[in-house]
């Protein structure tokens, strides 16, 4: 079976974006809820600081981890479809 690269690339940046998103609006509304979740975002997307640019900053971190998503989406379904070639 052979995975649709950029179906799967869209389908887990869709998903990882809406995790991030959630996560964000969770954390505005509820102050320490995802705290060690969005740390981590932090260290990872150069763009986004927690804590310090309210709903801009959720936003800044959804496009991020869409971009990401898509990327990591893609390079695994490409990498299946070399990998289940051989077998």
């Given amino acids: 079976m052979k995975l649709d690269i950029i179906r799967l690339g869209c389908a887990v940046s869709a998903v990882w974006a809406l995790i991030v998103f959630c996560v964000g609006i969770a954390n505005l509304l509820w102050p320490t809820y995802g705290t060690g979740f969005l740390k981590?975002?932090?260290?990872?997307?150069?763009?986004?600081?927690?804590g310090q640019l309210g709903f801009v900053g959720v936003l800044v971190a959804t496009l991020y981890a869409t971009v990401d998503g898509l990327i990591i989406g893609i390079v695994f379904a490409w990498l299946y479809n070399q990998l289940t070639k051989r077998s």
């Fill in 40 to 50: 981590v975002i932090d260290s990872i997307y150069p763009g986004y600081h927690f």
